[in-house]
């Protein structure tokens, strides 16, 4: 039986790890549709934001973390074309497998996909001109440790970028993020055949630090010169940070 993720164990703890990787190898094929109807269709127009805060150049290589089914990590490998190349990883092979077919159906080159375990990576200090991550970060057992091992393996002046979703002040938006993830993503979740996935994301979502607080968090590891910038009236906010 597959543990339930309701039944909350600590976010440190490795129970906590394998029941939220057990829950996307389940939701992997309609990881898509939830990502839409989480972000009314937007995430497209986000992750390319995302990607131009990249500011990545052709011959340059980034790596994207939590890579999901790939979307993020093949609009990078437009901006470092041609001559460059991206590495999308995540620790479920499930998504890793849709990216793989995604990428072969658009013909992207530059661009391949592995498992890896965000908290830590198998790749070298200072590898990569850019690191990414879009809506990863509120799904790391230990955030602290997973942005560190982010900015490792920057090169010295590389650009960090996370997108995520956060929760808005300020109405008519605080109104909607209340309404649908209080109302309608509970009633979505008893419609579908895992309702404790969507559960999850949505308090995820409720329970992930504010931008100045997920700022603090990219100082303490280590990246400098941090900026955001809050879209969709605050639902969602691109943070970027430099490697020292």
């Not at 649908?180 to 329970?207: K, N, Q």
Request: aromatic share 8%.
């Amino acid at each position: 039986m597959d543990p339930d993720i309701r039944s909350k164990p600590s976010r440190e703890s490795a129970q906590f790890a394998e029941q939220v990787n057990l829950m996307f190898d389940r939701v992997a094929a309609r990881y898509d549709l939830l990502n839409s109807l989480m972000s009314a269709g937007l995430h497209h127009r986000w992750r390319a934001r995302a990607a131009d805060k990249a500011a990545l150049k052709p011959g340059e290589s980034a790596l994207d973390v939590c890579c999901g089914t790939g979307d993020l990590a093949l609009e990078l490998a437009g901006r470092v074309a041609p001559g460059g190349h991206i590495v999308g990883c995540d620790f479920s092979e499930p998504m890793l497998d849709l990216a793989r077919e995604k990428a072969a159906r658009r013909e992207a080159s530059g661009v391949r996909f592995e498992w890896a375990d965000a908290l830590k990576l198998p790749y070298d200090a200072g590898r990569f001109d850019a690191v990414t991550v879009g809506f990863g970060v509120r799904n790391f057992a230990d955030r602290d440790r997973g942005l560190q091992e982010m900015s490792r393996v920057l090169r010295p002046g590389g650009r960090l970028v996370v997108l995520e979703f956060t929760k808005p002040r300020r109405r008519p938006f605080s109104t909607f993020y209340s309404l649908w993830f209080d109302r309608l993503a509970p009633i979505l979740g008893r419609l579908s055949d895992d309702p404790e996935a969507y559960a999850y994301l949505a308090e995820s979502v409720r329970t992930f630090p504010g931008p100045r607080g997920l700022a603090e968090k990219m100082e303490a590891a280590g990246l400098g010169q941090i900026r955001y910038t809050i879209l969709a009236g605050g639902i969602v906010t691109i943070h970027t940070g430099i490697a020292g």
